[in-house]
């Protein structure tokens, strides 16, 4: 079940939320307001190569250190 983030339009709040369902009500825990708006998040983790070496991967796909889309341009493995 994903986690989403949000802020409230009312109390200018940002709160996450898991969310079990695409029609879940969302309300904001610090004003009960259900006018929210979902934020895009950004993803990051870690690739594996085959030999065991590991490289740092975003949402862009781009190197974490950097942001070039290939790692080898800084040297962040």
Do not use: W
Not at 39 to 54: E, H, I, K, M, P
Not at 67 to 73: I, K, L, P, Q, R
Request: negative net charge; hydrophobic residues 25%.
């Amino acid at each position: 079940m994903p986690i989403f983030e949000y802020r409230c339009q009312k109390c200018d709040s940002e709160f996450e939320k898991l969310v079990f369902g695409a029609d879940a009500d969302v309300h904001c825990p610090g004003c009960d307001s259900v006018e929210v708006e979902k934020l895009y998040s950004a993803f990051s983790g870690v690739a594996r190569a085959g030999d065991g070496s590991t490289r740092p991967i975003t949402s862009s796909g781009g190197c974490a250190s950097c942001g070039s889309s290939n790692c080898s341009t800084c040297g962040g493995h």
